[in-house]
C-alpha cells in the first residue's frame, strides 16, 4: 500500500473503534469529581506504560531512521515539546488538580483489574512480537485522537473527553491541559509514522502491521470498558 492506503486502513479502524458500542457507552457515562479523578489515575498508568512499550520497539527495531522516530516522538512524551516543559506526564498532574488531585495521588495510582490487563498485553506485543507490529500497537491508539479524521463522530478521545469534563465539572479548557495538548499532539504523531509504513508495509509485513492494529484497537476498547464499569460502579 501506499501512503493514501495506509492512513485509509488506520482510519478505518480507529472510526470503528470510536464508534463502536464500547466507545459509545464509555462517552455516556456522566463524569462526576470521583469518576473524573479515577479515569485520569488509570491514564496516568497507561500513559506511563506507553514510555516502556515505546523503548521495547526501539529496542527491537533495527532501522536506525524508525529509531530516531522513536526517539524524537518520545523527546516529546518525556522531556519537552511545546505543550510542555516537563514531559506529558506533566499534563496530567496539572490537570489533575482541577480535580483535586495531587502529583502524589497520581504518581501512585492502583491500577483497576483491566488496565492491569490490558497493558500487560500492550506490553508483550511491544516486546516479543516483530518491531513493525509493536509499533503499529503503538501508533494505532494515537489514531484515536484525531480531530481531523473524527470531526463527524464528536473529535477524537481527547476532544470528546474535554467536553465531557466541561459539561459536567463546570470547569474550561484552560484546566484541561492533558486534553488540550493531545488534540494536537498525537495528530503530529500520527503524520509522522505515516511514512515508515509505506516503506516497510509490503508483502507480508502489511498483514502483520494490520493484524497488530487491529489488536492494539481490541485492546483499547477493553481497557476503556474497565474504565467505564469502573466509573459506573462510583456513586
Request: glycine content about 6%; some cysteine; proline content about 2%.
Amino acid at each position: 500500500m501506499d501512503a493514501n492506503g495506509w492512513k485509509s486502513a488506520f482510519g478505518k479502524l480507529a472510526r470503528e473503534t470510536m464508534s463502536s458500542t464500547e466507545l459509545e457507552r464509555y462517552y455516556s457515562v456522566p463524569i462526576t469529581r470521583a469518576r473524573a479523578q479515577l479515569l485520569l489515575q488509570q491514564l496516568s498508568l497507561y500513559v506511563r506504560h506507553r514510555r516502556d512499550c515505546w523503548a521495547f520497539v526501539s529496542g527491537n527495531c533495527p532501522v536506525l531512521s524508525v529509531k530516531q522516530k522513536i526517539l524524537a516522538h518520545e523527546y516529546e512524551e518525556m522531556i519537552r515539546d511545546q505543550h510542555s516543559e516537563h514531559g506529558h506526564l506533566d499534563l496530567i498532574i496539572r490537570q489533575g488538580k482541577a480535580i483535586g488531585l495531587t502529583a502524589e495521588d497520581i504518581l501512585k495510582a492502583k491500577p483497576i483489574a483491566s488496565t492491569t490487563a490490558t497493558l500487560y498485553a500492550w506490553g508483550w506485543m511491544c516486546k516479543k512480537k516483530h518491531w513493525l507490529e509493536g509499533l503499529a500497537a503503538m501508533t494505532m491508539t494515537e489514531w484515536n485522537q484525531d480531530d481531523r479524521l473524527l470531526a463527524d463522530l464528536g473529535g477524537g478521545h481527547a476532544a470528546r473527553m474535554g467536553e465531557l469534563w466541561i459539561k459536567y465539572l463546570g470547569i474550561t479548557w484552560d484546566d484541561l491541559p492533558n486534553w488540550k495538548a493531545h488534540r494536537a499532539a498525537d495528530k503530529e504523531h500520527v503524520d509522522m509514522f505515516l511514512p515508515i509504513w509505506t516503506e516497510f508495509g509490503h508483502g507480508e509485513n502489511e498483514e502483520i502491521i494490520l493484524q497488530a492494529a487491529k489488536e492494539s484497537e481490541e485492546l483499547y476498547r477493553v481497557y476503556q470498558t474497565g474504565i467505564a464499569d469502573a466509573m459506573e460502579a462510583l456513586t
